[in-house]
């Protein structure tokens, strides 16, 4: 008789264990406060631990700093105990729970289960930029994410008002433009920082639908802008600024460049000079930073392109200024909407990192403001976020010429998320013979020229992709990839 081949099948005593099947651990009163009650054997460290099928030891031992975890909703939809994939996979195949969303994996149970939860701490770092988001419990890390806003608002909202403009030009010749300083109501933002509020709250919501959120610990941050640019200025320094005893930016610009033109420094003997915005108005601003001064000859050269700059205009404050300006609205809001919100100090969250020796990233500063500890870390998702899709009819560059370019092409379209070869990823570019540029979140390029039938869609585009942490997988080359249940 031939002898089998021995099989690997350890399983780690830190692993439960447990003899009696789902059902009966469901209705037992042990098991009625969530499907995190049930306790199920594994049969390799991988499956119990996150999921994921690997040989390598190196990924074993990330792996038990890092769970994956599958998020629960009972039978009305509300949140409850996420549990392991194991479990989700046996409650789907017996039939007790179904599919409820993908990205992160859901499931709903079908079955009647008890209500009793943990307290969970939801940390959030908000940021101009970035988003941390981390859920933490008693014992472990149930969620973590970072997320990438959006930038391009204020660009868009430019050529938008910019086409208004010129459109109302070309059609109204008879009539004056519209001019009217409008009022504006009480806690009014400009768009493109409501957006991103906006956003934070929209992500916050998302979290509190596949987790019982206790209670929010918000990160809010002060910024002294003048002390960043001067760290010795104090006291009256503050009434002192750089443009004291100035008409206006432009006198104060002209000064400091002792007037004369900072590209021909005067041999042009051109008598006239201009203020030129280093950086586009529209995204550098009118700051002194981002202006210099030129001779009327240099800046038409410079404006045609003849000339280049190699002044590159000084770092902005955009950031800072934007939590400045919002670190409260966050807070206040959210305990408008029924939470239990507190707030802690970046210099808090700081020190505790540093104390735990945690690299410095969103994800990170959301886990200490969470509460997190010596806590066990979740797999952790990236997120971005983009424009659900471009309504422009005509293009800029020639506006006779219409946005022609289609939706979908076989099926697909722009950052749907799609299975190519056993991985999970995005579509970033079609062509209309079918062939698709798809990426990871990450930036990775996979491929440039992806056949349509080698596609297979998993979700429709959305404004908020996700994508799991790749740091704990093996390398794409081994062709290894996400478990698709």
């Not at 939470?339 to 540093?354: E, L, P, W």
């Not at 869609?457 to 093996?474: G, V």
Request: glycine share 8%.
């Amino acid at each position: 008789m031939q002898k089998l081949k021995e099989r690997n099948t350890y399983t780690p005593t830190v692993i439960p264990q447990d003899c009696s099947n789902c059902g009966l651990s469901l209705n037992s009163p042990e098991g009625r406060g969530s499907v995190a009650g049930l306790k199920t054997s594994f049969n390799s460290s991988d499956a119990a631990l996150t999921g994921f099928r690997s040989s390598g030891t190196e990924l074993e031992s990330i792996c038990y700093k890092n769970s994956f975890l599958v998020y629960v909703l009972n039978q009305k939809g509300y949140p409850l105990m996420p549990c392991s994939p194991r479990k989700a996979k046996m409650l789907l195949k017996e039939g007790k729970a179904k599919v409820a969303g993908r990205s992160p994996f859901t499931i709903q149970l079908t079955t009647s289960t008890g209500e009793a939860r943990q307290d969970i701490t939801l940390g959030v770092d908000s940021g101009y930029s970035h988003v941390g988001l981390s859920a933490v419990s008693r014992k472990q890390e149930l969620f973590s994410a970072e997320v990438s806003l959006r930038d391009d608002m204020v660009k868009l909202n430019s050529e938008r008002r910019q086409y208004r403009r010129s459109r109302r030009s070309r059609k109204t010749w008879y009539r004056k433009p519209r001019f009217l300083n409008r009022k504006k109501d009480s806690g009014w933002l400009a768009p493109s920082i409501q957006h991103k509020l906006d956003s934070s709250f929209k992500l916050i919501s998302k979290i509190k639908e596949i987790l019982p959120i206790a209670k929010i610990n918000v990160e809010v941050a002060a910024f002294d802008i003048q002390k960043i640019k001067n760290p010795d200025i104090e006291g009256e320094g503050y009434q002192n600024g750089v443009q004291k005893n100035f008409w206006n930016t432009r006198e104060y610009v002209i000064f400091r460049d002792n007037h004369i033109c900072q590209i021909c420094n005067g041999s042009s003997k051109d008598p006239v000079l201009e203020v030129h915005h280093l950086e586009s108005r529209q995204t550098g601003g009118d700051r002194p930073d981002n202006l210099i001064t030129l001779c009327s000859s240099c800046h038409s050269k410079v404006s045609k392109g003849k000339t280049k700059l190699t002044v590159k205009s000084a770092n902005s404050f955009k950031a800072e200024t934007f939590m400045n300006t919002v670190r409260w609205k966050l807070v206040n809001k959210l305990i408008e909407l029924g939470n239990n919100v507190s707030h802690t100090y970046g210099y808090i969250t700081k020190n505790k990192r540093i104390e735990l020796g945690l690299a410095k990233s969103h994800s990170n500063d959301a886990f200490i403001i969470a509460g997190g500890n010596r806590h066990k870390r979740a797999t952790g998702y990236i997120i971005q976020q983009v424009r659900k899709c471009n309504r422009k009819l005509f293009k800029g560059s020639r506006s006779h010429i219409r946005n022609t370019a289609p939706r979908f092409v076989k099926g697909f379209q722009r950052f749907d998320k799609v299975l190519w070869k056993g991985i999970e990823c995005f579509v970033f570019g079609r062509r209309k013979t079918g062939y698709f540029d798809i990426r990871m979140l990450t930036g990775e390029k996979l491929s440039d020229s992806a056949k349509y039938s080698q596609l297979k869609l998993l979700e429709s585009a959305k404004t908020l992709l996700i994508e799991r942490r790749m740091a704990l997988l093996p390398s794409l080359t081994e062709g290894v990839s996400e478990p698709c249940f």
